[in-house]
């Protein structure tokens, strides 16, 4: 089972795009799912997670500015991104982690920001 993302593309500064991930497969118990990107030439890192129970968790360069979402009955993970600036380009990888300890990601998909 692989998570599938999608909704990237390119956008201008300021703009808006909304992702979304869900899993090829079934899946069950899954606990956090969160988004992580990676630009070019540096480490990846995590964007926002969000547990079963609706706690979320943001990175400090886009609060206030991207809004994490789950459907638990889809399985799927959302990310509402706003006010999109060029540092935000990136490719995005979903994740999750089933209680049984079980790590999933998506491919990856591309957001571009132009100046």
């Known amino acids: 089972v692989q998570l599938q993302a999608s909704g990237g593309g390119l956008v201008q500064t300021g703009g808006s795009l909304s992702l979304s991930c869900t899993p090829s497969?079934?899946?069950?118990?899954?606990?956090?799912m969160g988004w992580y990107r990676q630009a070019p030439g540096k480490q990846r890192e995590l964007v926002a997670t969000i547990t079963s129970t609706g706690s979320t968790n943001y990175a400090d360069s886009v609060k206030g500015r991207f809004t994490i979402s789950r459907d638990n009955a889809k399985n799927t993970v959302y990310l509402q991104m706003n006010s999109l600036k060029p540092e935000d380009t990136a490719v995005y990888y979903c994740?999750?982690?089933?209680?049984?300890?079980?790590?999933?990601w998506g491919q990856g998909t591309l957001v571009t920001v132009s100046s």
């Open positions: 994740n999750a982690q089933s209680r049984a300890a079980v790590n999933y």
């Open positions: 497969g079934r899946v069950f118990g899954l606990d956090v």
